[in-house]
């Protein structure tokens, strides 16, 4: 049974450009989270999805940032004109469809690097 | 404001030496506690977790925790630690009724031989 899959697994961009990170949740899981772990610190919720609903962005930044878990296919997690303060490793996780207290299982994560 | 406190960023110990790190929160209601493992190279993995019950968690590879309600603790511990335990150690905590996790900054632990 695979885990939660994420990738890339390391992705450059440099300022300007923009971040397409995508998320593949456990085999059987409809809920998936993004967490974003800065130098230092611990994981910082960013957004909760279930498929083609956004439940809560409340931790996501008001631009530039969006997020999506269409019907079929992978949740992406989209950056726009990325900047140097956005470099970071970005946590995808999943958990089962009996509800959001589930356990939540993460996948390796995306370092993202701008240059 | 809602907030997640591990108190030891580095911790170094031999193997054998006996484990202890803090995790306070401080958040009112019901919450759900969680203690996750990073490996080097590795992702986040399921230390152990307490919902409900019996405040004494045990998780897996020798680790246990004890939910202290009063004191707002969750701290994990292992009698005997071992080169391999060699990782990050992230607490995290959620509202009974939420979702959202809120993680500490981790610990990082070195185990020499």
């Known amino acids: 049974n695979a885990g939660v899959m994420q990738n890339p697994r390391h992705l450059v961009r440099r300022r300007g450009q923009e971040a397409r990170l995508r998320c593949s949740p456990m085999?059987?899981?409809?809920?998936v989270y993004w967490y974003r772990q800065l130098p230092e610190e611990g994981l910082k919720f960013m957004v909760y999805l279930q498929k083609e609903n956004i439940i809560d962005e409340s931790g996501m930044p008001k631009e530039r940032f969006s997020a999506e878990f269409p019907k079929e296919g992978p949740s992406i997690l989209r950056i726009q004109q990325v900047v140097r303060g956005d470099s970071a490793a970005y946590f995808c996780?999943?958990?089962?469809?009996?509800?959001?207290?589930?356990?939540?299982?993460f996948g390796p994560g995306t370092r993202l690097l701008v240059l | 404001a809602q907030s997640v406190s591990q108190h030891n960023h580095h911790v170094i110990l031999s193997e054998a030496a006996s484990l202890e790190l803090g995790c306070n929160y401080s958040y009112g209601g019901t919450v759900n506690l969680f203690w996750y493992v990073q490996y080097p190279g590795q992702h986040l993995q399921l230390l152990l977790k307490y919902f409900s019950g019996d405040p004494l968690v045990k998780g897996i590879k020798g680790f246990e925790a004890e939910f202290i309600k009063s004191k707002f603790s969750f701290n994990l511990r292992k009698p005997s630690v071992q080169w391999s335990d060699t990782a990050e150690y992230f607490c995290?905590?959620?509202?009974?009724?939420?979702?959202?996790?809120?993680f500490g900054k981790g610990t990082s632990l070195l185990v020499t031989p």
């Open positions: 995290a905590v959620n509202r009974n009724s939420g979702y959202a996790l809120n």
């Open positions: 996780a999943s958990s089962p469809p009996s509800g959001p207290q589930e356990t939540q299982y």
């Open positions: 085999k059987g899981h409809s809920h």
